[in-house]
């Protein structure tokens, strides 16, 4: 079992960028497929973009596509997510997701038994 841990959320203003990291506490997130999700305050949480166990596949939101960029480094174990451009809309609790029975990632939550606390996005305009 993998315990999720988020860092790098922050305030920024609107056409700055943030990168946000993903890593393991305890296990390995090697055999994961992983995921980012967000949730503003009274919204759902929606998905925002997932990557494949090798990062060879890569998925994103059309909401971030093009200004988002999802990666991950094996080597150090770690899932980073790479934000630029952005808006007040990205602003919301980003959390990472992995699970690792699926095949390919999934862009729905219940699709991920593990998750982390969540990062804070904010986005002065």
């Known amino acids: 079992q993998v315990q999720l841990v988020e860092s790098g959320g922050g305030l920024v203003q609107a056409g700055g960028s943030l990168r946000l990291s993903c890593a393991a506490s305890?296990?390995?997130?090697?055999?994961?497929?992983v995921a980012w999700f967000r949730q503003a305050p009274g919204k759902e949480r929606e998905f925002v973009a997932a990557?494949?166990?090798?990062?060879?596949?890569?998925y994103y939101a059309d909401s971030v596509k093009g200004r988002f960029t999802i990666s991950r480094d094996n080597a150090r174990d770690t899932i980073y997510l790479q934000m630029n451009s952005l808006k007040p809309d990205d602003m919301a609790v980003y959390y990472c997701a992995a699970e690792d029975m699926a095949a390919l990632p999934s862009r729905a939550a219940d699709g991920y038994n593990y998750w982390g606390q969540g990062t804070q996005v904010t986005v002065s305009s």
């Open positions: 305890s296990g390995t997130l090697r055999s994961y497929v």
């Open positions: 990557i494949s166990r090798s990062g060879s596949s890569t």
